[in-house]
């Protein structure tokens, strides 16, 4: 069992191999489904119709460039956005390490430290949250790693020169301990 963290946090969570079925309950994975015959083959294609839903984003949604600092896998705290899917397409297919906790609502609410995962993603290709989904900037693994942020207009606003988050758009949970990873 080896173990990906350089501190000694409270807990260790076991990271799982991201896959269309075990992220479903957080997400979905946008990824070639590799292990699927294309639905249309010709000439110049191939296609796979596997339609991911973006409603998440709403009417109003807007997509910016996001570059996540390489760092020590340690979970320090946890983000939901209450009215927005949260996109993460990857630009330059990094591994990344994605923590995700059951979906909770209201202004109090917390996540199950019991309940998070850890889910290692190989693109190229991305991560889409869930509305009400616990869950951080992904770790990547190698190098800085860069991406597409995909969001309703409504959560990061930019002022002048000033960016602040939207009033009841986005809720953080500190914790109290560490918490690492473990292959």
């Avoid at 430290?113 to 869950?135: D, Q």
């Avoid at 939207?166 to 690492?180: L, M, P």
Wanted: hydrophobic residues 40%.
């Amino acid at each position: 069992m080896a173990v990906i963290l350089f501190g000694s946090p409270g807990m260790n969570i076991k990271i799982e191999l991201m896959t269309f079925d075990n992220f479903k309950p957080y997400g979905c994975m946008l990824s070639y489904p590799s292990d699927e015959q294309p639905d249309i083959t010709r000439e110049d294609l191939d296609y796979w119709k596997r339609p991911m839903s973006l409603s998440g984003l709403d009417s109003d949604g807007e997509f910016s460039f996001m570059r996540v600092k390489r760092r020590e896998i340690i979970l320090r705290k946890l983000d939901r956005l209450p009215a927005s899917a949260e996109l993460y397409l990857s630009l330059d297919g990094c591994s990344s390490v994605y923590f995700v906790a059951a979906p909770s609502s209201g202004a109090n609410a917390k996540p199950d430290t019991h309940r998070i995962k850890a889910f290692l993603y190989s693109g190229p290709g991305g991560v889409l949250i869930n509305p009400e989904v616990w869950h951080c900037t992904p770790f990547p693994l190698a190098h800085d790693a860069d991406f597409f942020l995909g969001l309703r207009s409504n959560v990061i606003l930019k002022n002048a020169m000033k960016i602040t988050v939207g009033e009841n758009q986005f809720f953080s949970h500190k914790f109290e301990e560490r918490i690492g990873v473990e292959l």
